[in-house]
């Protein structure tokens, strides 16, 4: 044998794997990843509750990536109060855009003030979308229905640029990206943010 | 619910295998588990079942070289704050630094990250074919690589510890 596989020799396998043992792991994690974009929601409410972070030139690329994803972005499951999206089309508009799921309860606790808000703001250039990151969209119907949204929902789960639920981007008139958050923030903020555009004009 | 079915197939294929050759690096049972189990998590439907042990293999060389290299790092930083206490080396130190083992894993870390890897592989008994498919390299130059890496190594183990 070579000399240096000699020496490589060394390195002995590991002795035994409990496979069953890994896999209850693995999947305990991958249920644990779930948990850790709403504990991240939550940790980052205390901050952003605070304070209206200036969007992070990090959060920003993240966003840029989402949106440039949600650009082409179809409503893949035909549903009632399931629309394509187009944020091009929505250029002039001021753009309220909302990543959630319904499994998140904070997400869920800022819902109504969506609705309210483009209840209010829509005839003044307001336009919320929201990006529901379920797995599937079995519950979203009802879901919304419960909810009274009167706003667009597009159901699409591959936006792996969001890493915390609820993440909500400010676009704009021009597109462009006006404030990021992520995590539960509260109502005020949203509409100090949205007033400080000039949505009214 | 698929994708966890396909996943459920792939690990079981080849769990054994990943934690085994993790295992070579990340002696304690719970550590080498816990990289195997990541590999899997990053492991994608996409990459199709029969590519599947290729880029495991991969991905758990590199996982078991970062990771060496991580505790490294922390046991580098955890020997300076050693300075300022008083325990005595225990007797496992001083095992463990005359060690066969830990010689040629402080030999791996001097070498290219690329370079450890394939020589882990190499340890995990795979074929010059093998390696090539894992490495995505040609195979008509797997040899060559293959001794440039030997030979680095002999040399960082030469420099360290003599021809022992």
């Not at chain 1, 644990?32 to 974009?37: A, H, W």
């Not at chain 1, 990543?99 to 869920?108: L, M, S």
């Not at chain 2, 690990?11 to 080498?32: E, K, N, Q, T």
């Not at chain 2, 390299?137 to 890496?149: D, E, K, M, V």
Request: hydrophobic share 45%; glycine share 6%.
């Amino acid at each position: 044998m070579d000399w240096v596989e000699e020496k490589l020799a060394a390195l002995k396998p590991a002795g035994y794997a409990d496979s069953r043992r890994a896999w209850e792991r693995l999947r305990a994690r991958q249920r644990s990843r779930r948990q850790r974009l709403i504990v991240a929601g939550g940790a980052f409410t205390a901050i952003a509750a605070a304070s209206a972070f200036p969007p992070s030139r990090a959060m920003a690329k993240r966003c840029v990536e989402a949106c440039g994803e949600i650009l082409g972005l179809r409503g893949d499951t035909p549903l009632r109060n399931l629309q394509s999206v187009d944020l091009r089309a929505l250029r002039g508009q001021v753009v309220l855009l909302n990543f959630w799921a319904t499994w998140c309860p904070p997400c869920e606790a800022e819902i109504p003030w969506f609705v309210e808000m483009q209840k209010e703001m829509g005839e003044r250039g307001l336009t919320v979308v929201g990006v529901c990151m379920d797995e599937n969209a079995e519950a979203l119907p009802a879901f919304l229905r419960r909810k009274g949204v009167n706003y667009r929902v597009v159901h699409d789960n591959r936006f792996a640029g969001v890493q915390a639920l609820p993440a909500t981007f400010l676009l704009d008139r021009a597109g462009n990206v006006a404030f990021v958050h992520e995590g539960l923030v509260a109502k005020e903020t949203y509409l100090r943010e949205v007033n400080e555009r000039p949505v009214a004009k | 619910m698929e994708q966890t079915a396909d996943l459920e197939s792939v690990f079981r294929a080849h769990y054994a295998r990943v934690v085994s050759l993790i295992g070579r690096i990340v002696r304690d049972p719970a550590g080498a588990e816990d990289i195997a189990v990541d590999v899997f998590l990053k492991w994608d439907t996409s990459i199709g079942a029969e590519a599947a042990l290729r880029w495991l293999l991969r991905s758990a060389a590199r996982a078991a070289i970062d990771e060496l290299r991580r505790r490294n790092r922390r046991q580098r930083y955890e020997s300076v704050l050693g300075l300022f206490r008083r325990d005595p080396p225990t007797p496992l130190d001083t095992v463990l630094a005359n060690d066969e083992v830990a010689r040629v894993r402080i030999v791996l870390l001097a070498l290219p990250p690329r370079q450890a890897e394939m020589l882990l592989l190499r340890a995990d008994g795979l074929s010059y074919s093998e390696l090539a498919a894992v490495l995505g390299s040609r195979a008509s130059s797997i040899g060559t690589l293959l001794a440039r890496a030997n030979e680095r190594f002999r040399k960082e183990y030469e420099k360290r510890y003599g021809l022992g």
